[in-house]
């Protein structure tokens, strides 16, 4: 059977933020481009961003700058993270804002007309620019809109308007592809009708977002099954920090049919407060040591800190995401939790009800719709949902370039710019900085290759034949019972707080669900069969799990997305870790192994106190401090 072939320069796979800021700037350097995306485009995982994005433009608060940003990031990923990433993206972040609003991005704005900055957890100061409560919408149509201008420049150049820049959309891509040790293209599938088709191309962007799907809570759409992080691993890519997963705190929780779906942290930097069955605000008894100086003590504080924010500390509802979820588990085991196992998020009490329907429609609607609960006169219940993954493809800062190469890799599939916990708005900055970067990266790659990498028969061959099999199987494993005990499993066993036992019965439970998945049958032929597309997102699932699991077995310590009951403490020597997960090229066995991570660059380590960084760094490091400082 004949496959569909195209060759570009550059393949980005992924229409979010991250994939068509990368696609736009390999354009803009002259590459041919494509995007792949199994969703229709426009409808990418990013539209569901609702806070905003997080760049120090100090519009609202002039004290804010790339500094104090960088700090922020640092804390909130409890320095765990790859701290030139944190520090490209605190750089950048209001450049690429603005680059938004200058192709067209309408911005709230503040009453001097700049660009509005609001509140979010673990931010010192109002920091993400915003649309309402539905910024990644605007930011996805800014994207789009300029990918169409990009594209009417080539129909007046070239002729054609798809010349150097083309959507593949409702296309998924399986395997990608090598010649030696480089990328040669990648092999996927139309969702519609099931035929192949084969990219050849030396650059692959991987923009494929996150993985949620593997868990049953879940804030995530149905497009985040770790493609891209399997993809990566299978191609000889390394994964970094997969055992930090970020469990939003405040997830809908009634009814059971909406269970998991987003409540926007807006909500408590717009002055909403997290209160138990005994109607009292919690977050006060859950301030860690580390933030004890940076938080409010007393309700009165932390309520002023809204108008006054230079002679008050924030209030603790604003702590970083981790603290706050794991707080709120707390509350619900100790029995003080909400009639359908929450706790209670109020705003009705705080704000007039018309200032509520103006800065948080999307909330409002979405209660009134799915719960029958008006959020201008009663709480919601809310609880912790699977949101994010820190952990991602192992790339270099500077250019996006993943190990493999001609692999590049941005936004939520890359790891190490968030470390241990990412701040809220910090994704979609990260997505337009990173994209950037790996699109120019990508770019410059090609400029410099003597040659260009061949896609061979036998692998397009070897990756038809994997596509295929669900499909020849009759009578086998129903690919959605493999993929709900995947869900059960990890939710229960690699969850928000998790114990080296269940963290062991999960890797034998996922290790039996691999070979279950290596018999699942889809019936049905090829034209849209979503049972046969799930079986094929399994691999990638199951992949993404084990390395989860694998990590967090390993790691003997508790930090930001990963709290061991058995080791309920932060240890220094684990901070200069790095867990790195590589695979074999059939994804049959999966190997985790510890690295000692560069220390930080003498400058950006005396932005920070020696007392806070005693908090977090060993000895040695310390010393290092203390000899620059002299
Ligand atoms: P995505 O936007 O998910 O795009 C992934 C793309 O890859 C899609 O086009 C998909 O179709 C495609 N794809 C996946 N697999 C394949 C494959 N095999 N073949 C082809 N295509 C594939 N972050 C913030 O900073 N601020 C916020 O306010 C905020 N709010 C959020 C609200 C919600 C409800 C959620 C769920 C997340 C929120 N986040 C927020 C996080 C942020 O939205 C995501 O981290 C970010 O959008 C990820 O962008 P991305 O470009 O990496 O991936």
Not at 6 to 15: C, K, L, Q, R, T
Not at 267 to 277: E, H, K, T
Request: with cysteine; proline share 4%.
């Amino acid at each position: 059977m004949e496959i569909e072939r195209h060759e570009y320069d550059v393949v980005v796979i992924g229409a979010g933020g991250a994939g068509l800021r990368a696609a736009i700037e390999a354009r803009q350097q002259g590459k041919r481009t494509a995007i792949v995306c199994k969703s229709l485009f426009g409808k990418a995982h990013t539209v569901m961003a609702e806070g905003g994005a997080a760049a120090a433009m100090g519009n609202v608060n002039p004290d804010d700058n790339w500094m104090v940003h960088f700090r922020d990031t640092m804390r909130g990923g409890k320095f765990l993270n790859n701290w030139r990433m944190a520090e490209l993206h605190a750089k950048e972040a209001p450049d690429r804002v603005w680059e938004l609003e200058a192709w067209g991005a309408l911005f709230d704005r503040t009453k001097d007309g700049k660009i509005s900055q609001r509140n979010f957890g673990g931010h010192e100061y109002p920091r993400l620019a915003h649309v309402g409560d539905r910024t990644g919408l605007e930011l996805i149509r800014t994207l789009q809109q300029r990918v169409v201008a990009l594209q009417q420049e080539d129909e007046k150049l070239h002729g054609d308007p798809e010349a150097y820049i083309k959507v593949f959309a409702e296309c998924t891509v399986t395997r990608l592809l090598k010649d030696g040790e480089a990328v040669s293209g990648a092999f996927g599938y139309w969702r519609e009708t099931g035929k192949f088709i084969v990219f050849d191309a030396p650059a692959v962007v991987l923009a494929t977002g996150g993985i949620g799907k593997s868990y049953v809570v879940t804030s995530n759409s149905w497009e985040y099954t770790g493609d891209g992080h399997a993809l990566a691993l299978l191609a000889g890519a390394k994964l970094i920090n997969m055992e930090f997963i970020q469990f939003h705190p405040t997830g809908m929780v009634w009814p059971p049919s909406v269970r998991g779906i987003l409540v926007t942290e807006s909500v408590r930097g717009d002055g909403g407060v997290l209160r138990n069955s005994e109607g009292r605000r919690f977050m006060f008894d859950y301030v860690p040591d580390v933030f004890k100086d940076k938080y409010a003590t007393t309700e009165e504080e932390g309520d002023r800190w809204y108008t006054d924010q230079a002679n008050n500390r924030r209030p603790p509802e604003l702590l970083p995401r981790d603290e706050v979820a794991r707080a709120i588990n707390a509350e619900v085991k100790a029995g003080r939790g909400s009639p359908q196992g929450g706790v209670f998020l109020d705003v009705s009490t705080r704000l007039p009800a018309d200032e509520i329907t103006k800065r948080l429609p999307s909330m409002h609607h979405q209660f009134k719709e799915l719960a029958d609960v008006d959020i201008t006169k009663e709480p919601m219940q809310v609880g912790p949902t699977c949101h994010y993954i820190m952990g991602g493809v192992e790339v270099d800062a500077d250019t996006g370039a993943a190990s493999v190469p001609g692999l590049f890799a941005a936004g939520e599939v890359s790891g190490g710019m968030h470390g241990s916990n990412r701040l809220g708005g910090n994704s979609l900055s990260d997505l337009l900085v990173f994209g950037r970067r790996a699109g120019a990266g990508a770019a410059e790659y090609v400029n410099g290759l003597a040659r260009r990498p061949a896609v061979s028969e036998t692998a397009v061959q070897d990756a038809r034949a994997e596509a295929l099999a669900p499909l020849e199987r009759s009578g086998g494993e129903n690919p959605y019972e493999v993929h709900h005990e995947l869900q059960r499993t990890m939710n229960e066993l690699v969850g928000i707080i998790r114990k080296a036992e269940e963290v062991s019965e999960a890797l034998d439970a996922v290790e039996k669900l691999k070979e279950r998945s290596n018999h699942t049958a889809s019936p049905g032929g090829r034209i849209y069969n979503p049972g046969w597309h799930l079986a094929l997102d399994l691999r990638n699932m199951l992949l993404v799990s084990e390395c989860v699991a694998r990590a967090a077995l390993l790691r003997e310590e508790s930090r930001g997305g990963h709290t061991r009951d058995d080791y309920p403490k932060m240890s220094p020597e684990w901070r200069r870790k790095l867990l790195v997960c590589s695979a074999t090229p059939d994804g049959a066995t999966v190997d985790v192994e510890e690295r000692i991570q560069p220390s930080m660059r003498a400058d950006l380590l005396v932005l920070f106190d020696r007392e806070e960084l005693s908090k977090y760094l060993t000895g040695d490091e310390l010393a290092k401090y203390d000899a620059v400082k002299e």
